[in-house]
């Protein structure tokens, strides 16, 4: 029987592995700019969690979540997004008692059983920024501004913001009325989905990608026309912000993302590919989100705790990844090590193992093939490494205290002590 990674799930290694590394410093490099700090919460956490956090009406909740029931009893689910995880921990750490605001980022698996098809998967990674405690729009702004940010430094030259208000519960409760009534006299064009989410979620019809839900969507009332007077002002404030920083943003009334804990603003960020771009993406070229979030202003206080306002985001790194490669951006290899320290005999094996822990010690890269004996073979292997410097350790230097280095270029041979090794290596070695 041969064991295959689980449908929608896949290892990361090889190439992949150096690109997933690169965002991961991008990311902690620009947070440590901006003053987040790292957290990483439970890959696990309760059902209820998610289903009171993210929303018991979001397609997440109702046909995403993988859950199980342990064998002590408790129910707890595969993480499907981050930011209620981190609301927990906020609440359980006593963060509410620290100055405000609490700025955290996170990197690591996600899981969503959705129909595995291109640019989505069911377990895949994701970058997150979140910012709990101000309710200002600078720091929605800010946290735009990040994945951008982030984004540019990756490569991507030519990106995106579509941006949306969805208003506060008291203008959106007003608007989401006349919008149930709008749909309601046009429920006959509506997708079997949309007829359920008519109920459960009305915004979440804005978004659907369906060719008559969207012909009925065209003529639909718009939030921003029904906001209260602060909703308006934030907003009109946060595009001033993003215009005042030259971020290429687009208004997108349709905009809502599918989560039930947000307000005001939403965003997502989108690569704006070349043709050639899109045509090595075959099946995937559709709209590829890379980044969304926004405020969320009540999830502190569904989550148990004071009125706390707060915003975030989160990035998809498998798209991101496929994207870079698809523009073609090349990830630096990491730099070959130069020396190589081979072995023949006994007692030579013995003290090279001494000799290369010393060499690490004082931070000289080095390889070995302590498996094997021959000498030819050793070299072998330090050439098809392109070693430049090769430290050959035989019975008699074993004994004598010496080794010989061998420049692999000229064949060239000088003995020197143990005790010069390092000294000697830090000097030819550039
Ligand atoms: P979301 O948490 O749904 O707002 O997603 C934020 C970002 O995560 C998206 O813009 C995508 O880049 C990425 N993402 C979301 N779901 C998936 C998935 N199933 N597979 C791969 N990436 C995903």
């Not at 700025?103 to 895949?124: D, I, T």
Request: charged share 30%.
């Amino acid at each position: 029987m041969k064991f295959q990674s689980p449908t929608g799930m896949h290892d990361i290694l090889g190439k992949d592995m150096m690109y997933f590394q690169k965002i991961e410093k991008v990311c902690q490099d620009v947070a440590d700019f901006y003053g987040f700090r790292r957290i990483e919460t439970p890959i696990l956490e309760d059902t209820k969690l998610f289903e009171k956090g993210t929303g018991f009406s979001t397609d997440i909740v109702q046909k995403e979540m993988f859950s199980l029931r342990t064998k002590g009893g408790d129910y707890l689910t595969l993480r499907p997004e981050a930011t209620p995880g981190i609301v927990r921990s906020y609440l359980q750490k006593g963060m509410e008692n620290l100055p405000k605001p609490i700025k955290f980022w996170h990197l690591g698996p996600f899981f969503r059983y959705e129909r595995p098809q291109a640019g989505r998967f069911r377990e895949f990674n994701q970058f997150g920024f979140e910012s709990i405690g101000m309710d200002k729009p600078i720091i929605d702004v800010q946290i735009i501004q990040i994945f951008f940010n982030i984004l540019k430094e990756l490569g991507f030259k030519d990106l995106t913001i579509e941006i949306n208000t969805i208003g506060c519960p008291e203008c959106r409760s007003e608007y989401k009325r006349k919008l149930i009534k709008y749909l309601k006299s046009n429920q006959s064009n509506l997708c079997s989905d949309c007829k359920r989410r008519l109920k459960e979620n009305p915004l979440r019809i804005l978004d659907c990608k369906n060719e008559k839900c969207q012909e009925v969507i065209k003529s639909a009332p718009q939030m921003i026309e029904h906001l209260c007077k602060d909703c308006h002002s934030h907003f009109k404030n946060v595009l001033e912000f993003l215009e005042e920083l030259e971020l290429p943003y687009s208004l997108n009334p349709y905009l809502v993302r599918g989560l039930d804990y947000y307000t005001r603003t939403v965003f997502e960020i989108f690569p704006n590919l070349s043709e050639k771009e899109k045509e090595s993406l075959g099946q995937e070229r559709g709209k590829i989100a890379l980044a969304g979030g926004g405020r969320y202003d009540n999830l502190v206080k569904l989550l148990g705790g004071k009125e706390t306002p707060a915003c975030g985001g989160a990035a998809g790194v498998e798209r991101i990844i496929r994207l870079m490669k698809v523009m073609g951006k090349k990830i630096p290899t990491k730099k070959q090590p130069q020396v190589f320290l081979a072995q023949v005999g006994v007692l030579s094996k013995r003290r090279a193992l001494k000799i290369f822990e010393d060499l690490r010690e004082n931070n000289i890269k080095i390889v070995e093939a302590f498996y094997k004996d021959s000498l030819v073979e050793q070299l072998k292997i330090a050439d098809k490494l392109g070693i430049k410097f090769v430290l050959i350790l035989g019975q008699k230097e074993a004994i004598d205290n010496e080794i010989i280095i061998r420049h692999m270029d000229t064949g060239k041979q000088t003995i020197i002590p143990f005790k010069k090794i390092v000294k000697h290596l830090k000097k030819i070695i550039k």
